[in-house]
């Protein structure tokens, strides 16, 4: 999908979480918080530690507390 977010926003984002999914989807397997482990430079990638940088609220502006880091389960999980 293509980067909403500028890579700084994703930085900051990424880091926020700790390296761990930030999904709290709750039609998922996970409950509560997933918590998959994200690995930075694994972006996009489909396989584990992929992970993508997910938009929270459409009508809040694109920046870091608005990006959600999500692994690639929950990723297709939502497709
Ligand atoms: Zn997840
Ligand atoms: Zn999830």
Redesign the pocket.
């Known amino acids: 999908m293509p980067d909403l977010f500028s890579n700084s926003d994703i930085r900051a984002a990424f880091y926020r979480s700790d390296g761990e999914?930030e999904?709290m989807k709750n039609n998922?397997k996970?409950s509560g918080r997933?918590?998959?482990l994200n690995i930075y430079n694994m972006k996009g990638m489909e396989i584990p530690g992929g992970w993508e940088a997910c938009q929270i609220a459409a009508e809040k502006p694109l920046e870091a507390s608005n990006c959600r880091i999500?692994?690639f389960?929950?990723y297709k999980a939502d497709k």
């Open positions: 999914c999904c998922h996970h997933c918590n998959s999500i692994c389960d929950c």
